[in-house]
């Protein structure tokens, strides 16, 4: 009868470690969710917010008590207007979607700038697609240098077209002297 009593303790212990292993790898995709520098959001198939990390409060302003559960296109109307409603549904069909660089202003919090963005669909356990994944990139501050470049490119162009202006009217017909 001990025997009996040992193997079922053995099995009560190892139940808890593996219920403890996965409470802490629970606990650890979540730390790395906030950790990232990247926004991390989720949606499901009505495309309303189930995720919201700290870098999305950061980008946006925004808490994630004030987004989640909300349809995504009636708190970022802008998304939609800027072409975004395709690349997630098409992450809703099974796609990995990544989207060129969009202009974003959050008229509540006054945060602007620029963001890419990555969706992926989420499957569950059986294969069957639940929402979407999507990885936002603040990219502000290259779109800002690319333009700030672009700009400087463009005035040395008009100089160049003005230098070569003044050099032709020099070079233009010429009388020759002579005596």
């Known amino acids: 009868m001990s025997k009996i009593i040992e193997i079922t303790t053995g099995l009560d212990v190892e139940s808890l470690r593996i219920a403890e292993q996965i409470a802490n790898s629970e606990d650890f995709s979540s730390v790395l969710i906030d950790a990232s520098l990247d926004g991390i959001v989720a949606y499901d198939l009505d495309i309303r917010f189930t995720l919201w990390n700290r870098a999305m409060e950061r980008i946006t302003g925004l808490e ?6 909300r349809l995504v296109f009636e708190i970022f109307p802008f998304l939609k207007e800027q072409g ?17 660089p969009i202009a974003y202003h959050i008229p509540e919090t006054g945060a602007q700038g620029y963001t890419e963005q990555q969706n992926f669909p989420l499957y569950d356990e059986y294969g069957k697609i639940t929402g979407g994944l999507g990885v936002i990139r603040d990219v502000t501050a290259i779109k800002t240098q690319i333009d700030s470049v672009v700009s400087k490119n463009r005035d040395l162009e008009k100089r160049v077209e003005y230098l070569e202006s003044l050099l032709h009217e020099r070079k233009g017909p010429r009388k020759v002297c002579r005596s």
């Open 64 to 69: 994630a008590s004030k987004v989640v559960g």
């Open 84 to 100: 975004m409603e395709e690349p997630i549904r098409r992450s809703l069909q099974g796609e990995v979607v990544k989207s060129p």
